[in-house]
């Protein structure tokens, strides 16, 4: 093969190739292709007939300049091309692109070949997310990608959005046939296309604390007095809440008689309704100081009306007569009206007390310049200005958000993402797991569903509960619901019994996982190659070779640690269980609720009541709560823990939190040393001299799951104190050990015994739980317990002796699962 060599390469080697320093191949005087080898698995391709090739940056690929060029080897002669990097081989005819000219080969992957313009089969590419989940009543198109089967998957950049030099809209050149693509070739390394993504895209930015805990939000008039009432019930009840949302109704809509005679929708508007709430500022900081942030629905679409009080400013700032009194319509390239949108509107908002703004666009993708998206313009400008008020109000450290819907690929930069309105069905409950799971597959990891379901449907206490339970084990937990006097998601409104217990407990629960988000919060906003990963995962991540885990769509991976399979269907009401159907990989796991244990490498059913939900942990899994059973109000650092041990394995998590005064980054070290039987917690790095955190002494204790006991006392040591005794307590899914106060740059160790394991199922215990549970006739019960009564009855007739009696199939489930849970077979 003749080798032209270009510019910026090093000499041919043995097999004619070229080493480039240059991540560029093509693209010279008269070219019309050109390629960019911007990672070892990602390669940009482009054709561009008029041989002007595109170098602003797009919305999706706003760092590919920043790419540094990995190694790869170049072969070429008059009419062919050849790109070879470690994870693929590129082959090109120098025309104009096609499926036969254009292609390449994953290395280390039996799959098809990709080709160029070829689209995948069903169910090869494993799906991206959609814009809106509006009406959706089950599952609906997710879309493509960077996950494939194939083991390689193309975006199509042709047509999006560009930045200008000013960081302005732009549109691309114009022209028919440009092509301006993305091929990411990492065969079934799914983590390494979703961080090649990230690397060209922009890495997905931190979260604030308190956008991790619960949300609520309802489509209703409320009164200032109903709100702030409603607020402090909550508290009464012990229910926490971190962010307050006012719909529609906070600003004069189409009910208003000034709406109406300008024609307008009402959707839209920026005049605090003061019959509702007669004194904004005073309202919000009412909220500010129960502990809550505070977002306004806006529905920009119909622009600025004259019976906007901050109409004439905003005419005066977008060069209009204010005396003319026309409406000024909504244009997001405009730059005087996006200038006046956030120096007039929103910014007088904010003086009023609002944290961040819910963008409801709904409107379409199309605006006056072509191929510029009105959503990508308004969250794109919107989370940038809600990062420089936060410095106009001395909140630096605070990390910037919004709400808004997805754009395409490269919106997971501007979180949290709202999916839209559901309907209030079993359905909708049961595809969002998938949805979201699919959704890290294009890096979109903050997901932000209406919990509980927001049109049509009916009321249904058990619906409501296993919906929360989800929220609880969601990106974002947000309660939402149409506007509506019969709809009921407060859970003192919920029927007396398992429902409002359930509704109640996983709120709490969610604000106890705060520490354990926001590690994973950090996780995901890593730039440093290591992680920079969605806190939702889809179990193939994990598990590229297994097809159970492609199967199994709704159940997912929750952060490191933990694995849920949600329950997505109603409970069999005799019996009194909901179940759902799962796959464990091979291992050993404890379910987070009951502490049994399962014998992983299988299919199985989980059973479960009203008051728990399967969330598995794997031997040498830790997960640090808030140790308060009520957490307060807003979602600051806790002052105590509580840490969720599996023991059976080495374990360790780097428990990450940001000092609340000053933003500095803190972690603390909690590990498990398996052979010999040692906790530890390190000393906590990085916290500030001087603060809050270095003065506190924290609480802690340990909650060893499926761990039924300890043969010797548990000794431990708390930094260089002499060791004592800690005082332990048996529950109903473990060991807990009070280990009690430790400043933070004390260490603790507990001393447990050698090789510390799992407790065995008391599965007869089990099943008498079951069978005492169900409503079924008393001679099936004295049936069924016939078979256990004797302590020494073989596993197998008890097995055998079931099927041979008349059941519903869900008892039978329920019963096989407490007999086979932690069995090899």
Aim: hydrophobic residues 35%; proline residues 7%; contains cysteine.
């Amino acid at each position: 093969m003749q080798l032209r060599l270009a510019a910026e390469t090093e000499p041919p080697d043995s097999a004619g190739t070229t080493q480039r320093k240059s991540p560029i191949v093509g693209g010279g005087r008269n070219a019309k292709y050109r390629f960019t080898v911007l990672a070892d698995g990602l390669l940009r391709y482009e054709w561009a007939p008029d041989g002007h090739f595109e170098d602003r940056p797009s919305v999706f690929a706003t760092q590919r300049d920043k790419c540094p060029t990995p190694e790869f080897r170049v072969a070429e002669t008059d009419d062919t091309l050849e790109i070879a990097t470690a994870r693929f081989r590129l082959t090109y005819d120098k025309q104009e692109f096609s499926p036969g000219g254009l292609f390449a080969v994953v290395k280390n992957h039996t799959q098809k070949t990709w080709r160029y313009g070829e689209p995948p089969s069903p169910g090869e590419n494993l799906g991206g997310t959609a814009r809106t989940l509006d009406g959706a009543d089950g599952a609906v198109d997710m879309g493509l990608g960077v996950a494939s089967r194939r083991g390689h998957a193309a975006i199509d950049d042709s047509h999006t959005m560009l930045f200008d030099d000013e960081g302005r809209p732009a549109t691309r050149r114009p022209g028919p046939g440009r092509v301006d693509g993305y091929l990411f070739a990492y065969g079934s390394d799914y983590r390494a296309a979703v961080r090649a993504l990230y690397a060209v895209s922009g890495p997905a930015p931190l979260l604030p604390r308190w956008a991790l805990g619960n949300w609520w939000s309802r489509y209703y008039p409320y009164t200032a007095a109903g709100y702030l009432a409603l607020v402090d019930r909550f508290r009464a009840e012990g229910v926490p809440l971190s962010v307050a949302v006012l719909d529609m109704d906070w600003h004069i809509a189409g009910g208003d008689p000034r709406v109406r005679r300008s024609g307008a929708s009402g959707w839209t508007g920026y005049t605090w309704n003061r019959e509702l709430i007669p004194d904004p500022p005073a309202f919000l900081g009412a909220l500010h100081d129960r502990g809550l942030r505070t977002t306004l629905n806006d529905h920009p679409a119909d622009g600025v009306y004259p019976f906007e009080d901050l109409y004439e400013r905003f005419a005066k700032a977008t060069g209009r007569d204010p005396s003319e009194k026309e409406p000024i319509p909504f244009d997001a390239t405009d730059r005087r009206y996006l200038d006046a949108y956030f120096d007039v509107l929103i910014a007088s908002l904010e003086k009023d007390g609002m944290d961040f703004v819910w963008i409801d666009w709904q409107q379409g993708p199309y605006s006056r310049l072509r191929g510029v998206d009105p959503l990508w313009v308004l969250n794109h400008f919107h989370y940038a200005h809600n990062a420089q008020s936060h410095k106009g109000q001395h909140r630096q450290h605070e990390q910037p958000l919004i709400l808004s819907r997805y754009a395409g690929p490269g919106s997971h930069r501007y979180p949290v993402g709202f999916s839209g309105d559901t309907r209030v069905t079993w359905a909708s409950l049961a595809f969002q797991p998938e949805f979201t799971a699919t959704a890290a597959n294009v890096g979109y990891g903050w997901w932000s569903h209406d919990v509980g379901g927001h049109i049509g449907g009916a009321k249904d206490a058990e619906l409501l509960a296993r919906w929360v339970q989800l929220g609880a084990f969601s990106p974002v937990a947000r309660l939402h619901s149409t506007s509506s006097p019969w709809v009921a998601k407060e859970p003192w409104r919920l029927p007396r019994g398992d429902a409002r217990a359930a509704v109640a407990g996983f709120m709490r629960l969610r604000h106890r996982l705060l520490p354990y988000l926001y590690t994973m919060n950090a996780r995901a906003a890593r730039t440093d190659g290591a992680d920079g990963e969605p806190l939702v995962q889809p179990m193939y991540w994990d598990y590229p070779d297994c097809e159970e885990a492609y199967r199994y769509r709704q159940q997912y991976l929750f952060g490191s640690e933990m694995i849920v399979v949600p329950i997505v269907s109603p409970q069999d009401r005799r019996v009194g269980l909901g179940r759902a159907r799962g796959w464990l990989p091979p291992g050993k796991y404890v379910d987070f609720f009951t502490g049994v244990a399962y014998q992983g490498g299988r299919e199985l059913w989980f059973s479960r009541t009203l008051e728990t939900y399967p969330v598995l942990l794997s031997q040498g899994s830790i997960v640090p709560l808030d140790r308060a059973e009520t957490p307060e109000f807003g979602a600051r650092n806790p002052d105590g823990l509580e840490v969720v041990i599996v023991v059976g394995a080495e374990g360790i998590f780097d428990l990450v939190e940001d000092d609340e005064e000053t933003g500095a980054r803190m972690t603390t070290t909690i590990y498990i040393e398996q052979d010999e039987g040692l906790i530890g917690i390190r000393p906590t790095l990085g916290v500030p001299q001087g603060s809050r955190a270095s003065r506190i002494k924290r609480h802690w204790a340990l909650r060893l799951i499926g761990f039924r006991g300890q043969s010797e006392p548990v000794e431990i040591m708390v930094g260089l104190a002499k060791p004592t005794h800690a005082q332990t307590s048996q529950v109903a899914n473990g060991l807990v050990i009070d280990i009690g106060y430790k400043l933070p740059e004390d260490s603790v160790v507990v001393f447990m015994s050698d090789d510390p394991q799992l407790a065995p199922n008391n599965a007869v215990s089990l099943v008498r739980e079951v069978v005492d549970r169900a409503e079924v006739e008393y001679d099936l019960k004295d049936a069924i317990w016939k078979l256990f009564e004797k302590p020494d009855t073989p596993r197998s007739t008890q097995i055998s002796g079931l099927e041979a009696i008349d059941m519903s199939s869900e008892l039978r489930v329920a019963i096989l699962e407490c007999l086979l849970a932690d069995a090899c077979e």
